[in-house]
T-cell receptor, first 110, second 113 residues
Framework: GQSLEQPSEVTAVEGAIVQINCTYQ??????LSWYQQHDGGAPTFLSY????GLEETGRFSSFLSRSDSYGYLLLQELQMKDSASYFC???????????FGGGTRLMVKP | NAGVTQTPKFQVLKTGQSMTLQCAQD?????MSWYRQDPGMGLRLIHY???????DQGEVPNGYNVSRSTTEDFPLRLLSAAPSQTSVYFC????????????FGPGTRLTVL
């Protein structure tokens, strides 16, 4: 099976940088995805890492270390609209099933 | 291009009732899936399909059935509703397998009394 751990809540101020960590234990691993979900909304895709290293998309970056079973999402130049829940999700080695973590609630304060 | 649509948006059922949650996508995506999200929790995979005529179980399939007769539609059936099935249900689709960007529908909020 798969299990993922991420902090339940993170608070940061506008303009700051925040890192949301995700550690996982899996019986098979293909890649790590990150999704954002605003209250009452649907999840939206942020990034996907299949290989070790950093992927950058605008203000958001995602990192993966397969040997450490660890990844993180880095949000720079935080804005109030970034207040949301962020989920890491592990893709199994067949590439056909995503297992989501419990989510990290990010609160951005002025 | 409507993306992924789900109906209904809200539903209240009594224990033992059955119903079908509808999901449709107009992006010609092969992969479709159903998740449930309980309050303050992550999403859990119920069933998925890699193409028309092919379905498989996810992490929490008990009490739910699916079928995929067309590429566009992927309905989820609750056979005999139980209070434990009170949740928000999301349908998602992607071009290929789950490695691709998943596009989620707006969700169905289901309450079982």
């Amino acid at each position: 099976g798969q299990s993922l751990e991420q902090p339940s809540e993170v608070t940061a101020v506008e303009g700051a940088i925040v890192q949301i960590n995700c550690t996982y234990q899996t019986s098979g691993f293909y890649g790590l995805s990150w999704y954002q979900q605003h209250d009452g909304g649907a999840p939206t895709f942020l990034s996907y890492n299949a290989l070790d290293g950093l992927e950058e998309t605008g203000r958001f970056s995602s990192f993966l270390s397969r040997s450490d079973s660890y990844g993180y999402l880095l949000l720079q130049e935080l804005q109030m609209k970034d207040s949301a829940s962020y989920f890491c999700a592990v893709l199994n080695n067949a590439g056909n099933m995503l297992t989501f973590g419990g989510g990290t609630r990010l609160m951005v304060k002025p | 291009n409507a993306g992924v649509t789900q109906t209904p948006k809200f539903q209240v059922l009594k224990t033992g009732q059955s119903m079908t949650l509808q999901c449709a996508q107009d992006m010609n995506h092969e992969y479709m899936s159903w998740y449930r999200q309980d309050p303050g929790m992550g999403l859990r995979l119920i069933h998925y399909s890699v193409g028309a005529g092919i379905t498989d179980q996810g992490e929490v399939p008990n009490g739910y059935n699916v079928s995929r007769s067309t590429t566009e539609d992927f309905p989820l059936r609750l056979l005999s509703a139980a209070p434990s099935q009170t949740s928000v249900y999301f349908c998602a689709s992607s071009l290929g397998l789950a490695a691709d960007t998943q596009y989620f529908g707006p969700g169905t909020r289901l309450t079982v009394l």
